[in-house]
């Protein structure tokens, strides 16, 4: 479920403004822990959602790892990414992709129940498909031209994992480099990352937490 897109283009101008409130950064940050010679390869990383004979979401874990792994700083950079794992700055770079792993398991297991085909009209158009909330992390045609990203997915291809995943992540990734934190104040994009009526974020945090424990 998505907040704030009763226009096509709120969204982005939010996260684009420059009044938006600059994030907090933590006082004392402990230094992350560098990568050992001898550290587990990052992939493959299993993911929980491939649990109870769903094998074939392998290929979801090893597109998101893939993606977190080569964006790993950025994650590193979130101003909140310790209240999801509390142990962050001093795992292996393996472990913190795991763990970013599993928080994008639990906001898809939110926001699709982890069904790829799923499409809600939500606050977009009923006669403008390209405006609906799709797929495994209900994103929309239309944010590809909000946050002017070079994609060109269709609204059939967002009801495939791979294109979906990609689209998330890179909504990810700008709210991150622009607002430094997973949890933004106002304006978010998924309802479940934010402390309002739709709220998951302590589920989602506890569901990372259990599931890598060496998060703490």
């Given at each position: 479920m998505l907040m704030g897109r009763t226009l096509p283009f709120l969204l982005a101008s939010l996260l684009l403004s420059a009044c938006v409130r600059a994030p907090v950064q933590p006082a004392a940050v402990a230094p992350i822990a560098p990568a050992s010679p001898d550290a587990t390869p990052?992939?493959?990383?299993?993911?929980s959602w491939e649990r109870g004979g769903n094998s074939d979401r392998g290929a979801w874990s090893r597109q998101l790892t893939g993606l977190i792994s080569d964006n790993l700083t950025v994650y590193d950079a979130a101003s909140d990414i310790a209240f999801f794992c509390p142990n962050w700055r001093t795992l292996a770079p393996h472990e913190r992709v795991r763990a970013a792993g599993e928080l994008w398991v639990a906001t898809a297991r939110y926001e699709s129940s982890f069904r790829p085909g799923i499409e809600v009209i939500d606050v977009g158009s009923k006669d403008n498909p390209d405006t609906w909330s799709v797929g495994l992390y209900q994103v929309s045609v239309i944010d590809q031209t909000s946050y002017e990203f070079n994609s060109s997915y269709t609204f059939a291809e967002l009801k495939t994992p791979a294109p979906n995943i990609d689209l998330a992540h890179r909504i990810m990734m700008r709210?991150?480099?622009?607002?430094?934190a997973i949890v933004v104040p106002s304006g978010p994009y998924w309802a479940v990352l934010y402390r309002?009526?739709?709220?998951?974020?302590?589920e989602i945090a506890a569901h990372v937490r259990q599931e890598v424990d060496v998060c703490g």
């Open positions: 990052v992939s493959p990383i299993a993911l709210q991150l480099s622009r607002r430094g309002g009526k739709y709220s998951k974020v302590d």
